[in-house]
């Protein structure tokens, strides 16, 4: 019998649903540099709309979006306080810093993926002579799966605004956060000056990010995008599966939140595995073995060998995402896979 690979690793292995391979067949297309493609056009309207904001544009990739975002909020020499774990600062390679000049400065988080307001207070720099000047916050949400608390997002707006910062989001995955919080994106969106979110994850898209904020943002992100070597000619092939994502997908991101409570459930019940707690779930679990000699690489290979694919999180966990093409079916399975792993474990170790 072949095994049938399950494939938890992150939510970017989704594959484009037969109705956006056809929507990308039929697009209606122009040179987007020209700002003639209609369907990208559609495409930045509708997210704009969405999240809330004047304006949006179309980008091959989060990394991008985020990277045009600090390039445009800040000048070099100019610093961003930002997580230390986030995706902009340790995910990016540094990007900020090698491309713009840009300082980031990291900070720690608590267990509900927060700094600490005090934290970021004593992190700005003001207007010293010694010191670069602080510019940006940027907050990541869905953070390692966890959404940010409203009450948290208004206080460090409320902290941005006292200190003249601007605020920027990487939500990547904002709609999961949106739909675990039960708000609408526009209520998340609404404490960030910019914010970057991906179709190319748990919404199914095979490329492209958004990158939203207002007007006169949106024509400064163009100008560093076509820098970037981002301007792209009849993208709206790429685009029409966007659409989809955001007319389509956005919905049944809540069955991703449904299945990764019940791998959570399941892995929990094994002896010899501990999942890691989280106050809200949304599509990730992150779990590790019991036994503290055994390496979480180790685990990793041996799921692997069972068709089972996780990724590792060093310090934290193995990391399983769950995702479109990833049915209830397929819990079930990837659990007793966990389990005749440990279940081997145990018996060597006896
Ligand atoms: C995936 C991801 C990005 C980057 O997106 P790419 O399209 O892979 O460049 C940025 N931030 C977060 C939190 C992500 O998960």
Redesign the pocket.
Known sequence: MILKIIDLRSD?VTLPSAEMRQAMFDAELGDDVFGEDPTVNKLEREAAAMIGKEAAIFVA????G?LIATLVHCRRGEQILLAEG???FH??QGGASALGGIAMKALPVDNQAQMKIGDIEAAINGDDVHLSRTRLICL?NT?NGQPLSPLYLAAVQTLARQHGLKMHL?G??IFNAAIASDLSVKEIARHFDSV?F?C??GLAAPVG?LLCGDGEFIAEARRVRKMLGGGMRQAGVLAAACLLSLEVMVERLAEDHKNAQLLAEGLAKLEGITVLKAETRTNMVFFKAQNADMPQTELQKLLKEQGLLVSNVPKTGLRAVTHYGIEGADITEAISRVQNVVAKIMLAAN
Do not use: V
């Open positions: 970017t990739s989060g990394t991008m985020n986030s995706h902009i995910w990016e990541e953070y990487d990547a995955r970057q991906c190319s994850k990010s």
